[in-house]
């Protein structure tokens, strides 16, 4: 199993949409993000785990799902690199491999001695537009098929039945 843990607040201050976002109106920006990563778990199939500062959310520690995405926010005090260590410890096993999405340097190295391995936001944010072309493409190949009728008809017994098919009532 692969497991990808997001550094929100880092992935958001990396990615130029998400930043300009993030300056108008910062829950829409964190809704965005785990939209984005709710469609790349949906298409690669891997579990996602997006930790947020207590830092922007005041209170108590929370965790929830949405749309498929576990979403964290730390405990007050507790930053989300904090988090995202115990959560390797939990996760990482012989089964399990375990990616952290953070440009955050001083982060990365930890977690690679944890056994964890690293994803820059960019490579995150190269990936998800990547996966969103293969997308739209598959999306358009699916719209220009033509399926051939289940029943074999003369062209003119098929036009006929369509044009009756079309006509108001």
């Given at each position: 199993m692969i497991i990808l843990v997001v550094d929100g607040y880092n992935v958001i201050g990396a990615w130029d949409e998400l930043h300009a976002l993030r300056d108008k109106d910062f829950e829409q920006s964190r809704q965005?993000?785990?939209?984005?990563?709710?469609?790349?778990?949906?298409?690669?199939?891997q579990r996602v785990i997006v930790v947020f500062d207590a830092y922007h959310v005041r209170g108590l520690e929370k965790k929830y799902e949405n749309f498929k995405v576990e979403v964290v926010y730390?405990?007050?005090?507790?930053?989300?690199?904090?988090?995202?260590?115990?959560?390797?410890?939990?996760?990482?096993?012989?089964?399990?491999?375990?990616?952290?999405?953070?440009?955050?340097?001083?982060?990365?190295?930890?977690?690679?001695g944890q056994g964890a391995l690293r994803k820059s936001s960019r490579e995150l944010y190269l990936e998800i537009k990547q996966i969103e072309r293969e997308i739209d493409q598959e999306i358009e190949g699916y719209n220009t098929r033509h399926f051939p009728p289940k029943i074999p008809l003369k062209p003119e017994v098929r036009d006929t039945l369509e044009a009756w098919r079309r006509r108001k009532k």
């Open positions: 965005l993000l785990i939209e984005k990563l709710a469609e790349y778990q949906a298409y690669t199939g730390t405990k007050e005090k507790e930053t989300a690199d904090d988090r995202i260590e115990k959560l390797i410890k939990t996760l990482k096993n012989v089964k399990t491999q375990v990616y952290v999405a953070t440009s955050d340097y001083a982060e990365q190295r930890t977690i690679f």
